[in-house]
């Protein structure tokens, strides 16, 4: 396992403050921990744990109806979870914003994390999600920056791909 | 129980600060049949989100009442929303599950309900505290101040005959629907 102190979970946590995000939904992941628990430690925020992705769409939907900003953190396997309730935002025009975490590349040396991790990105796109990929932490700030300014500033569905090679391979030998 | 006659009692007379979520399917119509009111939110498509978008609501609003009205097998689908629910404890959030054991819209279809299966033990067990199963109307009018009252979350199964009352559509037009909603409970400046 590549061990980094990286910075740019700080960099994300950053931009959903500055964005004015406030409604934080997850199904953990060892790649968003750092996020995680820098959104928890925050009064004004809330953090919503998940048993499937899917409620997180669902939840994000009902904040903005209420007049709140919400992002969801997810894994690529957990992308396959929100296909249906994706059509919620879609047929709503709501904004809807996910940042996830990429396995299934980049080093993975866990064959079961293949298929969803190299399914995910045409999954989303399948749904009328607009994708923007992060592959250096120097570039973490400026592109959910500009993800979330897109997801709520036209209303539409965005996602943010955290590369694996960002996060680091998790090795299974 | 009729299904419209306890949404209307539930509805009518509606608090000014209440704002419903309406599950896919005949929840919604029966929520539209009631009355077409902007602080309604009709959900008309994905199936087992009901739950969620009123708890995403609740914590958005919590100067707000937030009643959820849906069906069996939208709840049966989204039945881990109500551990997340639970674990988040809105004290605004009540939820109603219209119960008619069957997939109405579908053909009438039995669903795990018409077995051996009790929402209102399963929320219990989520660890929702306030929970039961309404049989008759009279247990319906003693149940009203806890879904409109009690500090939340509460959570009542309201079992209801087969019968499919005439389709009253709510707005079907998502943008139109949400933005209606939003103004109405955000002031015209939200959208």
């Known amino acids: ?173 | 129980m009729q299904r419209r006659e306890v949404v209307s009692a539930l509805l009518a007379p509606r608090q000014d600060n209440l704002l419903t979520v309406g599950g896919l399917g005949s929840s919604s119509w029966d929520i539209a049949a009631t009355a077409d009111n902007p602080q309604d939110f009709c959900l008309v498509g994905g199936m087992g989100l009901t739950v969620s978008v009123g708890l995403g609501l609740a914590g958005a609003r919590p100067q707000n009442r937030v009643l959820v009205i849906t069906g069996d097998g939208d709840m049966l689908m989204g039945m881990g929303s109500l551990a997340t629910v639970a674990q988040i404890q809105p004290r605004n959030l009540a939820i109603v599950v219209l119960d008619n054991e069957m997939f109405g819209e579908t053909g009438g279809q039995p669903t795990h309900t018409a077995g051996v299966t009790d929402l209102a033990a399963i929320a219990k067990g989520a660890g929702i505290p306030t929970t039961g199963t309404i049989r008759d109307a009279a247990a319906l009018q003693d149940t009203l101040p806890h879904i409109h009252e009690s500090d939340g979350p509460v959570f009542y199964v309201a079992k209801v005959s087969a019968e499919m009352p005439p389709t009253v559509y709510p707005p079907l037009d998502g943008p139109f629907a949400k933005d209606r909603f939003r103004a109405a409970v955000l002031g015209d400046g939200a959208v």
């Open chain 1, 1 to 173: 396992m590549t061990e980094k102190s990286a910075e740019w979970p700080s960099d994300i946590f950053t931009v959903l403050r500055e964005r004015e995000i406030s409604q934080i939904c997850h199904v953990p992941d060892a790649g968003h921990d750092r996020l995680i628990r820098l959104c928890t430690a925050q009064n004004d925020m809330s953090v919503i744990t998940l048993t499937t992705e899917e409620e997180g769409v669902g939840i994000l939907a009902g904040a903005w109806l209420g007049g709140r900003r919400g992002a969801l953190l997810m894994q690529s396997s957990g992308v396959g979870n929100t296909i249906n309730a994706l059509a919620l935002p879609a047929a709503c025009r709501m904004p809807f914003f996910t940042i996830v975490t990429m396995r299934g590349e980049w080093g993975e040396g866990n064959p079961w994390q293949l298929p969803m991790g190299q399914g995910a990105p045409g999954a989303l796109e399948a749904m009328g999600v607009t994708l923007y990929r992060v592959e250096r932490a120097e570039d973490v700030t400026d592109t959910v920056s500009a993800a979330a300014a897109q997801a709520f500033n036209n209303q539409c569905s965005t996602a943010v791909l955290l590369s694996q090679r960002l996060i680091g391979a998790k090795g299974f030998k």
